[in-house]
């Protein structure tokens, strides 16, 4: 395929743009990684991730795979055939879990919620307190639905198991909210936190990263399900001297070494704030500048780390990305499933600032005008102009 | 860690040396693996994998994952619970496979040889027509035992099986010998090729390769174990496209391009003929040049991608290898579980030109001195010396 | 200095932003610039940067240095101290080059020019009739002023040479304008073509280019001016060969390789094309968006590779460009001289497509709004997009 | 050119082999050299070389140029047309730094003495002492003789100076000996003291780096030879708030960042030490093993970052080293001029420790044994294997 000239604007919500520094750490000559030195470099990395996952009681593993290794990593070894999962469903991502977890010989009982809201607290609530023999062995919570832009409040979720005075898991997918969206392990007593390197750790997709509590390391003693790549058991072990039980990628471990370092830089808070900062110019372009309408249906659900825009009735969103990329180099998220054709999706995590979303919203409203859709040349770009311009990152 | 001075010698067998070229060809920014321009890459990698497995009939698959997922995924995609398995165990890695085979539900026949020899063709062959009832599904080898640097015949382990005319499926570690070592799976008929990325590829490990013979594909529809992150089955409805079911590493991918357009150059049995020769060279080092014997018992067990090397009895490898890596910042292999301490392993696979392996030759040899070892100064280089200098790599 | 998330969005006129693949082409290891394989790389890229001069005559040298060093070497190389120079001045490039040749000792004619026009081939014509003995044995021109963005027609300045009969060398500086703007050293009688590496070819500054025409090659005969680090004898001589008198860069060469793979791809038409298109969409901006004036005085003298942007009166473009870099991460060029603190400038040259400049143009209006001045928000984006929209790049 | 498997092994005396970290820290975006925070980059290295040239009084400038840029610079700077300079001629770099001086137009006594040998202190001394009016207003010195494998003591050179209390500027050619062997620049009153990139600082070339002395400053202006490109004048004022007056290399900047942090954590002294050490090694394997000799004359020229090795009469190492290139992918030094096909060299400079080396003694040993040299197999590396063993760095 011939060269398009310039550079391929990247707003798919995963994988995100890789910084050159990080790209730059992982250009390293393979090692052997039984060396001495070796533990130096694995040991810095599993310790410091568990500042990102806000947790000092947990333990993180890193797996050669990607998150979805992590989900069945999280079910396989806390939870034995048969178990029963309460889970729900309003996305593409919330699915595919659900999915997984039948697949795997568990019983799920999926609440189906509409696309474009999220986890329902107060129904996981209801069933949990009506579970009286306590059949239900984990719940599960996808943070940030990426098909629909739709963040969940996992606070909430701790609070309706508490409530019910539950002893089930809890587990969530953070693939694409972590390091993005606030996340606290400990404090919202999270058992299993899965996620991957390729979205809010600016990295190629390749590490799976799973945050585990003490109380779901106890549950593995007992968790009959079959595992042995995903076995957190053998890990534990190797990892206890700084070593893996089988090769790990030498770049990645090193491309998260200064993806930790470029994060503790800017600082966890710093980089929630500056999402929320971008999050909202994007929702002003959306909003206010082209008058149209994110899939997300209230403020709560909100994500800012992605938003999936609907374009108005009669048009066809899927003709809007594939002009963007053939016209003007721009990746859009595409719409999954339920919303195919009815969303493009721009994903506004990892390492952007204003500027770089310039492109994608300046461009997207280009596409939408090239497909006839109604929008005022230069809206978006002005609406999101002006809140950038007038607000500031705030920091919690 | 201060820095030491100059390369590390890198002569484990694996991760082995990327070759500048692959380095570079992975410095990629992340890209949209939905695009319609990505198939273009996956599907050229899925194509030309097969030429290297020498397989027509074969699907490759490829997964985020290390080649021992592979194993995990040759075993769950074609067996169902409690189904029989016949193998054999002769160093840490036939022995790793054949565990794994166990916890994950199997019921596993594990011949135990002795350590420095191979697969036993004709044990394999009796039991097997001893399995009237074929209740063996599956026959499982290992191709180069990377602990001891055995290589087995797996032509002769094919024959074994048609001898014995059982329709058991044969399963083949390749992951130290694809690209360095002959291998035929439509030939020898192997039904799963495990491999992976860091070995004959060159490549960082993340890439977990495997080869899927029609027949194994067939048993896939029947095998109920339970799997999901390595089911087949996903794989291959997405990949008939050029797309993955979950995110793939986009450096990886760029970087197994890179490697099959290198393998390609050289073309493969010039690959072969170069690794014996390498090979060659070694042991002439270790057996004329030092005196000392190889873990391999006889000729027909040495491998051409590593030699384990026994030193005399009183001395400690362990010591040998720490003091090489301490001190003249080389990397060699260590002996695993039964020859812990009494072998040191060079690794003579991936990348490498005679004189690459002069840097390894010369340091285990001062390595030896420093502890005492008797052998003569410069014996090992020139035994190698003149091997090298009076051969020529012969492609078959 | 801390991180700023994201990245930097770069909109100098040079250094120009370099493609991935060639960055990528540029990690290479050193090698020796004396075996009997290096001709081979050195070779192909004198031999190919011909075409992008459009020459077959010429000779193209490159040199370790900047363009800087090209312009004293096209100097010192065919003339002889107390040579007579007719030059003209016009912007803050033109005035350095002139006043260089008066530092090397010619004697030098410099026209002074309003800033915001170009060459003033009438004037030339007229001097050089007029010069009946031929002592202006060089006539200087800059085909693209950097720092006023404008662009001289050179055919007209051969056609004022021609018209007047003169044998002059005729010297141009391309710096600014090869592989960006059409060039033709043959068709034109360009002796001596100055140029870098760091804006066309997209590549880091460090290699000075340079063709030479038989005329000016015949001339450096008799030229006594002191020259020996740029000496075109040594060159020639050496890379006839396919050597250099001296080491050069080795990863400059892979990396102007990979830039002349590139240019060639897309193809020189093609680029100058899109360098038109992609300017008019700037321009547009400016002019029908923001309504403020461009520092060229007339279409005539538009340059494709530059825009230099008057602030209106009362403001100061350097607080434009200092508030843009802090706030936005967006780096403009400044006023040079006689223009600084009245314009910005934004260079659209090299590796851009349409969305890259839109980052560039909603950042300058940001910050214009930031500092007070009155345009409309989004308005410069809007019509950069109308006008792309609705053309297409028109290769002559 | 097919590719040939395994890495080359480079061993000529620069360029030298660019440590992974140094490379990839050049992988970096252009930025603008103009920009509020780059001085930051351009100070800091600027301010640290002074402490790699041992001084604090002088200053330190960077060009984009080879080191022959900067034997240019130190004398158009520094003299007028026709000032007298005394040198001295012992090989091939010698040369050509007199044969420039006398292209530059200035009076040149060149003192020709024996290759093999260097600077001839006494002599000097007695010409200065001769010079009573002071013509000779430069003494020109090459501290390490990369041709010959000669390192001439720059001390001595100073008291021959001291001796004769003349008032000539000291120009010391140190391009294959800073950061490899020591140089003082303030004890030992250099005024120019020329340096490049690619040999002690283990980077590409295209970086020249010039100390100039305070005293050689003020000669600076009443100097009137042209210069315009290396003016050093320009240069000051630029550098003074940490700019360049043409652009820079960015990644140049960022290597020699690195490469002077690595330089740095080393340690200057123990730099030396190690040259010393691995050049004591090599010269084990020349004498000890092989037998031959060095085109070195004595002990006290022995240079420890390359060694000119003699071949036997009636022998063309000319065929050495081009059958080690074409067999062993092994890259030596040709002899050059003089030495041409009576010497190969090799370089042991910049990032290498022992192993490297037995790479390229162990090559240069089998390409002898090829060409029918008789050499004992394997002596060479016995010879080096057994100094390295028995002896440590000594750190002076």
Known sequence: MSRIAGRNHLYVPGPTNTPERILRAMVVPQEDHRSPKFPELALSVLTDLKKVFKTTEGTIFTFPASGTGMWEAALTNTLSPGDKILCSRFGQFSHLWADMAQRMGFEVQVLDCEWGTGV???????????????????????????????????????????????????????????????????????????????????LPAGMGILGVSPKALKAMETATSRRCYFDLGDMLKNNATGYFPYTPSIPMLYGMRESLNTIFEEGLENIFARHNYLASGVRAAVQEGWKLNLCAKAP?????????????????????????????????????????????????????????????????????????????????????????????????
Not at 330 to 351: P, Q, T
Not at 384 to 390: G, I, K, L, V
């Open 120 to 202: 329902p607290y107060d129904q996981y609530e209801e069933i949990l307190r009506a579970d009286k023999e306590h059949k239900i062995k984990a719940v599960l919570a996808c943070q940030n639905e990426t098909a629909t832009g739709v963040t969940s409040d996992i606070g909430r979720v701790r609070k309706a198991i508490n409530n019910a005075n539950h002893p089930a898991l809890l587990m969530v997918d953070t693939v694409s909210s972590l390091v993005s969206i606030d996340f606290r392990m400990d404090e919202w007593g999270v058992d299993c936190a899965v996620s991957g390197s390729q979205k809010g750790f600016m």
């Open 300 to 396: 709560e659900w909100y994500s800012d780390t992605v938003s999936a825009i609907l374009v108005p009735e009669g048009f066809d969103a899927t003709k809007v990305i594939s002009n963007a990329y053939a016209k003007y180099n721009l990746s859009l998220g595409a719409g999954l499933s339920k919303v195919a054709g009815k969303v493009f999706r721009i994903g506004h995590l990892g390492d952007l600032n204003a500027l770089s979303l310039m492109s994608a919203i300046a461009g997207a409203e280009m596409s939408m005008l090239d497909n006839g859709i109604n929008v005022t040349p230069g809206s978006g770009v002005a609406a999101a102009s002006t809140y950038w311009r007038t607000h500031a990152p705030q920091a919690k």
